[in-house]
Nanobody, 114 residues
C-alpha cells in the first residue's frame, strides 16, 4: 500500500510563504493524479490543488494565483508552494492520490498569524 508523508508546514505571518512536500512510497505514484487537501478545525477537508501525471494543474478559487502545485515523478514527490498566505489558509495539509486514494498521512500543519 502506498504511504504518504507530508512535510514543510510551520508558523508564518500573513503574506509569508511555505513550501510543502509530500513523498509517496510504493508503486503507482507516477501515473496518478495527485492532490493537496487541507482540513481546518470546524470545516470539511477540501481539495485545494491537483496535478495530473503529465503536469496538468487545477486549483480551488480560494488559492488560485497564490499556490502552485508541482511534482517530481522520479522522486515520487509532489510539492505545494504557498505564497501570500492568509489567516484563512491555516489548516493541516494532506496529499493523496485522486486516481487511487490511499490512507491519509499525518499531514503537515500550517499556522498563519495576522
Amino acid at each position: 500500500q502506498v504511504q504518504l508523508v507530508e512535510s514543510g508546514g510551520g508558523l508564518v505571518q500573513t503574506g509569508g510563504s511555505l513550501r510543502l512536500s509530500c513523498t509517496a512510497s510504493g508503486s503507482g505514484f507516477s501515473i496518478d493524479t495527485m492532490g493537496w487537501y487541507r482540513h481546518a478545525p470546524g470545516k470539511q477537508r477540501e481539495l485545494v490543488a491537483s496535478i495530473t501525471r503529465v503536469g496538468g494543474k487545477s486549483y480551488a478559487d480560494s488559492v488560485k494565483g497564490r499556490f502552485t502545485i508541482s511534482r517530481d515523478n522520479a522522486k515520487a514527490t509532489v510539492y505545494l508552494q504557498m505564497n501570500s498566505l492568509k489567516p484563512e489558509d491555516a489548516a493541516t495539509y494532506y496529499c493523496n492520490s485522486l486516481t487511487n486514494p490511499t490512507s491519509w498521512g499525518q499531514g503537515t500543519r500550517d499556522t498563519v498569524s495576522s
